[in-house]
């Protein structure tokens, strides 16, 4: 296991520009490694989940190489991993995320409020959809044809 050696820079050298780009949306925080197509590239720009993330490959025994790269706003700590690897490392991915995961809504009693009100809405679509007239009569239907001027 490599940790910032001579090898470590062989990520920062093969990559195409920036890591971020028009395609990358930022939905996951792995890219395809741009020259080498048997290794994947996870990304992260809290050294906190990085450190963690090294940790527990550590733990796995699985091989990585560990760089850094700085863009034009942020600091990215990058991980080579060899593409075999891949399904382990990303549930170790997942679980080092869940671990340092933030709510959506920080505020507890906005998070609840809106929750309830969702709940709500949707028993009063429930209740309007149960209550509803099975069909409607063909006495009840208005003839349009005789309009009254």
């Not at 890591?19 to 792995?30: K, T």
């Not at 290794?39 to 850094?68: C, H, M, P, S």
Request: proline letters at 2%; aromatic letters at 12%; a positive charge.
């Amino acid at each position: 296991m490599a940790k910032r050696s001579e090898k470590t820079n062989r990520i920062r050298n093969r990559m195409a520009g920036e890591v971020e780009n028009i395609v990358d949306l930022g939905l996951v925080n792995y890219v395809r490694h741009p020259s080498d197509p048997n290794y994947v590239v996870f990304r992260f720009v809290d050294k906190n989940r990085a450190d963690q993330f090294e940790i527990e490959l550590t733990n796995k025994k699985i091989w990585f190489e560990r760089g850094e790269e700085q863009s034009k706003v942020k600091l990215y700590h990058l991980f080579g991993i060899n593409k075999r690897d891949f399904n382990t490392v990303q549930s170790i991915n997942f679980t080092v995320e869940g671990k340092n995961r933030t709510f959506l809504m920080a505020n507890r009693y906005f998070r609840w409020s809106v929750l309830l009100f969702s709940i709500g809405m949707v028993l009063l679509a429930f209740v309007g959809y149960c209550t509803r007239p099975e069909k409607i009569g063909v006495d009840q239907v208005i003839d349009t044809s005789v309009i009254k001027e």
